[in-house]
C-alpha cells in the first residue's frame, strides 16, 4: 500500500517562500507519477505540479515561476519549492501518486492521497 505524509505547511507573509515535503512509502512499480494539489475552502481540488519516474515535470499557469517540484536522490521524497506566496495560494495542499510515467496534474488520474498540509499565506 502506497502512503504519503506531506509536512512543510504553515503561516507565511505575501512574498514569502514555503518548501513543502511528501514523503511516500510502500511503492512497488517502477514507473510513476507525484503530484501536488490544493484545495481552498469552497474550491474544487486543483492540481499544481507533478514529476515523473523519467524525471519530466509539469505545472499548472499559476505555479510557472514561482513553485518547483523536485524529488530526492533516493526518490523517496518529492519537494514543492513554493516562492513570491501570494494570499490566494493559501489551501490545503496534498500529495499523490499514481502509477504511469506520463505527465498529468489532474486529479482524477491519482489514486493515492497524502492528508495534507495546509499553507496559509496572510499578513
Known amino acids: 500500500e502506497v502512503q504519503l505524509v506531506e509536512s512543510g505547511g504553515g503561516l507565511v507573509q505575501p512574498g514569502g517562500s514555503l518548501r513543502l515535503s511528501c514523503e511516500v512509502s510502500?511503492?512497488?512499480?517502477?514507473?510513476?507519477?507525484i503530484g501536488w494539489f490544493r484545495q481552498a475552502p469552497g474550491k474544487e481540488r486543483e492540481g499544481v505540479a507533478c514529476?515523473?519516474?523519467?524525471?519530466?515535470?509539469g505545472y499548472a499557469d499559476f505555479a510557472k515561476g514561482r513553485f518547483t517540484i523536485s524529488e530526492d536522490g533516493a526518490k523517496n521524497r518529492v519537494y514543492l519549492q513554493m516562492n513570491n506566496l501570494k494570499p490566494e495560494d493559501t489551501a490545503v495542499y496534498y500529495c499523490?501518486?499514481?502509477?504511469?510515467?506520463?505527465?498529468?496534474?489532474?486529479?482524477?488520474?491519482?489514486?493515492?492521497w497524502g492528508q495534507g498540509t495546509q499553507v496559509t499565506v496572510s499578513s
Open positions: 510502500g511503492r512497488t512499480f517502477a514507473d510513476y507519477g
Open positions: 514529476i515523473t519516474s523519467n524525471d519530466s515535470q
Open positions: 499523490a501518486a499514481r502509477e504511469g510515467w506520463w505527465r498529468t496534474i489532474v486529479a482524477d488520474d491519482y489514486n493515492y
